[in-house]
């Protein structure tokens, strides 16, 4: 066969393709009704379990809005992140570009999120982050199709200084893995702590996602501080609690935390989690009946155990829900669909929260301690607390 002829042929198959509807999928889908929902999260390494129970959060919202959003039907796309920012770019791309997606749900990891945050300012997409704190996403680059339904990485540690020197602990360590979410919560401690009149002897830390702790424990042994204060999350937090423990620091030298340390985790630490101090916008053991009401269901639907990350989860399907009922589904309508969000208040498992100008919660911030396998609320460590929204000018 000639190449002339050879293109003429195919022609003419492509014609005949669509003349009988073989191509039809694609038309249709462009003018779908449906609304495309796109999960950017980590399905696999440290914050697996977190990706997880982010979606299922979610999708658990939906669920009860019919499995609608202002009447109109959902279509899931999903993206494993793998928690790897050099990917990120590429990765939102793919929901982005190839997926076509209305709305971005993602991610966890701050440096991730920048990738997103990227792709989310050039495109327009709507992005609605359910956990990555990276303050820029909500300060200097904030974006009007960008909302936060999670926290800033400061916010939970903003709460932290004070307890601790209530306690009498003045001088204390920081420990952490170094990238924007410890660094940025390092911030919040550090503003917390000193202004309660702490000091902060030593400032150490290990590349994310490294768990190798020990030769930074036999430096703390060394440095005997009243107290440790650190960032982890995910896999990485109860080996940091058991290797705290087995170098004979608990019970010697206050464990304290951003609360993430002990979200998710308390089995896979066991009882050298117990005692842990920390400050967090949510806890289990929240006596509303709208917590225990969430978890019951979470737990029965998911087979897993909610935690902050679930209810994260579940808040950025409630603003989503709640805005699109506002507008009727007409998610075109991108004014409307974002005044909506901006005027929304949540009635979260956590307790109501409200947006901020910058698109990040307004939320109560609890001390809690870990005791067998729970977080137990102690108080209200700092109330409807608010993140600076620091260089944020929308528009
Ligand atoms: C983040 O990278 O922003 C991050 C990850 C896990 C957490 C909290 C913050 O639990």
């Given at each position: 066969m000639t190449t002339r002829r050879l293109v003429l042929t195919r022609s003419a198959a492509v014609i005949g393709a669509a003349s009988t509807g073989l191509l039809l999928p694609e038309i249709a889908r462009s003018q779908s009704n449906k609304i495309r929902v796109g999960f950017m999260l980590p399905y696999t390494g440290t914050f697996a379990a977190l990706g997880i129970n982010i979606e299922a959060g979610f999708r658990m919202a939906l669920d009860e809005q019919g499995g609608k959003l202002g009447g109109r039907d959902v279509e899931f796309f999903k993206v494993d992140d793998e928690s790897d920012p050099p990917k990120g770019v590429e990765n939102a791309n793919k929901l982005v570009q190839r997926d076509k997606v209305d709305v971005l749900v993602g991610t966890v990891h701050s440096g991730v999120q920048m990738g997103i945050h990227r792709v989310a300012r050039e495109s327009g997409v709507l992005n609605l982050i359910p956990n990555a704190g990276v303050h820029a996403a909500t300060?200097?680059?904030?974006?009007?199709n960008v909302f936060r339904t999670s926290f800033s990485n400061s916010q939970p540690t903003m709460a932290l200084g004070k307890p601790m020197m209530d306690k009498g602990l003045k001088k204390a360590v920081w420990i952490t893995w170094k990238y924007a979410a410890g660094d940025e919560a390092f911030e919040g401690f550090k503003e917390s702590y000193t202004k309660a009149?702490?000091?902060?002897v030593k400032e150490l830390g290990l590349p994310?996602?490294?768990?190798?702790?020990q030769a930074l424990l036999t430096e703390i042994a060394a440095l005997r501080p009243d107290a440790v204060a650190c960032f982890f999350a995910g896999g990485g937090a109860p080996k940091f609690m058991r290797d705290y423990a087995a170098a004979g620091l608990k019970g010697r030298i206050p464990l304290y935390g951003s609360g993430f340390l002990t979200e998710g985790v308390l089995e896979a630490a066991g009882p050298a989690a117990d005692g842990v101090m920390t400050t967090l916008h949510y806890s289990d053991s929240l006596d509303t009946k709208r917590n225990q009401d969430f978890r019951r269901k979470f737990a029965i639907t998911n087979k897993l155990q909610p935690d902050v990350y679930a209810v994260q989860g579940y808040d950025s399907g409630l603003l989503l829900a709640q805005a699109m009922t506002a507008v009727k589904g007409?998610?075109?309508?991108k004014k409307a669909l974002y005044g909506a969000m901006e005027g929304a208040t949540i009635d979260s498992p956590r307790g109501k929260w409200t947006m901020s100008k910058s698109h990040n919660p307004i939320q109560d911030m609890y001390l809690r301690v870990a005791e067998k396998g729970e977080n137990k609320v102690?108080?209200?460590?700092?109330?409807q607390l608010a993140d600076s929204g620091a260089g944020c000018r929308m528009g």
């Open positions: 300060r200097a680059m904030c974006a009007p009149g702490g000091t902060i994310f996602p490294n768990v190798e702790f007409d998610f075109a309508n102690l108080g209200i460590a700092a109330k």
